[in-house]
């Protein structure tokens, strides 16, 4: 069959050329490189963030992100409370001093000692609270009160079992019942005595700020300086703390002493110097000091109450002695100010 005359000659159709992208569809396949590859990068940085995580972990026992996250909702509820209601601010004083008291009574019984819990949280209550509803003599009568108190009845309520118990455990439960008063309401009740002061709202939170910079500071210093415990600072009472870490806290502690001295206390920058510095030391004092108790309790951590940071006692055991100390400033710099 023959085909039509010209149709072999005809010369072939050329391809058509593609269409040019439009340019949204342009638009959407660079969007989804650019978000492919920042999740790339979020994944790696997060898989870096918890490699550390895990290391500081291993190495403090410590959930570090836990712990930032726990301290800046405190911290955020701190400060708002200092700075908008100072009420507010002892109602949450004194909740932390009942709870902190709960604490160290759970941790003795814990240890062996026969401590008793209601008398200690209604004798610390008012303790506590004389240090802002009273005048400053009647808290020294208040923590008298309660001392006397705590020890009569543990005597008492020991007499009335008669469980055998030697008489020198006897007595050592009652200088525990002592030393509970003496360590948590009293120092709490110096605290709320600065808050009650003129401007105490900022005195306490300059205590504050110094103290957090300066065990900030001992971790971070440790950690980066100080691995392996390369020159422990008191090794029979904390094995981990070490004079690098030391170091850092001193730093901070004066840099934050100068910078709250001046722009909110009002104090010249030597004054402020002298805050960071006092503040140091009594918070490193307090930091040793409960450490040793932990040790003589056997126990790593007062409670697990604060997720990231142990118990209420683990926080408070920089500041309770540092309020004494920050009171005494207040008394002898505050002249400063005005003059």
Known sequence: MSTPSGDDDAPPIPPRPPLPPRTGDNLQSQWQAKKAELETHVSHARDQLDLANERIKERTGRDLVVAIGVGLLIGGVMLASLLFAKWSFVVIGLAVILLAVWELVLALRNGGRKVDLWPHLVLGAGLAASGYFADPWLCWVMLFVAVFGVIVWRLMAQMIVKDGRTYGDVLTDAAAAGFIQAYVPFLGAIVLMLLHQPRGEWWVLA??????????????????????????????????????????????????????????????????????????????????????????????????????HGGLLDRLDSMLPSAVVALALYVLLTPLVAA
Do not use: Q
Not at 227 to 235: K, Q
Not at 240 to 256: D, I, N, P
Not at 262 to 289: E, Q
């Open 207 to 308: 205590l504050i700020v110094v103290v957090v910079v300066a065990d900030t500071c001992a971790y971070a210093s440790g950690l980066l300086f100080g691995r392996g415990g390369r020159h422990p600072m008191a090794p029979r009472i904390s094995p981990k703390k070490t004079w690098e870490g030391f170091a850092g806290a001193v730093l901070g502690s004066l840099v934050a002493g100068v910078l709250v001295g001046v722009y909110m206390l009002g104090l010249p920058w030597w004054a402020g110097l002298v805050l960071g510095a006092a503040l140091v030391a009594s918070a490193t004092i307090g930091d040793l000091g409960e450490s040793l108790l932990k040790r003589d309790l056997g126990i790593k951590d007062m409670s697990s109450w604060i997720p990231g």
